[in-house]
């Protein structure tokens, strides 16, 4: 019912910024909950980032203050601001829709808890 496309992913310097894309296909995901997770090479995928269908927002530690998520619900769109980035920030990142509600202010960390994934776009930070 959702298709999501990442793109924006690419090589960047250490101390750099990229902004990633997620763009929705097939319905608009108003009242879904959207978040940002992350896979480097050999390791498990972790949550990176959560924007709720009210708008309020979620960060893992490991980027609060240096990432933001914000949404255009006009364009069906969601974005991953990084900036100051590090080389522990490389790996693929993905954009996941979740259509359920587990509780208020729910933080959405794990992967089971979205319905919807996207294929994917690398980020590489050099040192």
């Known amino acids: 019912q959702v298709q999501l496309v990442e793109s924006g992913g690419g090589l960047v310097q250490a101390g750099g910024s990229l902004r990633l894309s997620c763009a929705a296909s097939g319905r608009t995901f108003t009242n879904y909950r959207m978040g940002w997770f992350r896979q480097a090479p050999g390791k498990e995928r972790e949550f990176v980032a959560l924007?709720?269908?009210?708008?309020?927002?979620y960060y893992a530690d490991s980027v609060k203050g240096r990432f933001t998520i914000s949404r255009d619900s006009a364009k069906n769109t969601v974005y991953l601001q990084m900036n100051s980035l590090k080389p522990e920030d490389t790996a693929a990142y993905y954009c996941?829709?979740?259509?359920?509600?587990?509780?208020?202010?729910?933080?959405?960390?794990?992967?089971?808890?979205?319905?919807?994934w996207g294929q994917g776009t690398q980020v590489t930070v050099s040192s």
């Open positions: 924007i709720r269908n009210g708008g309020s927002t």
């Open positions: 996941a829709a979740s259509n359920r509600y587990y509780s208020s202010n729910y933080y959405y960390t794990q992967t089971g808890e979205y319905d919807y």
